[in-house]
Nanobody, 116 residues
Framework: QVQLVESGGGLVQPGGSLRLSCAAS????????MSWYRQAPGKERELVAA????????NYADSVKGRFTISRDNAKKTVYLQMNSLKPEDTAVYYC?????????WGQGTQVSVSS
């Protein structure tokens, strides 16, 4: 059974940091590109960051470049999103996604709230 389980969300003050994790099981994690999306209330889900299966290439939304870092550990079957210098507009539910050759799996999401 395929599972993607996100963790690490929470409430943080502006300027703070959080590290999200997404633990995978039930598929060959090292063969899948991984990405993080987010969805704020009343808005469409948007791509935040992505990383290739080998981890040698990443890309980011302009809004998070220089603040967020995506990484993966294929031995632990886990993808991470390090979020620094958080802003109130980063508040959203964050989802991880696994993609390979037309197959896509989603996690259930973790809430990130940035507020003073």
């Amino acid at each position: 059974q395929v599972q993607l389980v996100e963790s690490g969300g929470g409430l943080v003050q502006p300027g703070g940091s959080l590290r999200l994790s997404c633990a995978a099981s039930g598929f060959t994690f090292s063969s899948y590109a991984m990405s993080w999306y987010r969805q704020a209330p009343g808005k469409e889900r948007e791509l935040v960051a992505a990383i290739r299966s080998t981890g040698d290439s990443t890309n980011y939304a302009d809004s998070v470049k220089g603040r967020f870092t995506i990484s993966r550990d294929n031995a632990k079957k886990t993808v991470y999103l390090q979020m620094n210098s958080l802003k109130p507009e980063d508040t959203a539910v964050y989802y991880c996604k696994a993609v390979r050759l037309g197959y896509a799996y989603w996690g259930q999401g973790t809430q990130v709230s940035v507020s003073s």
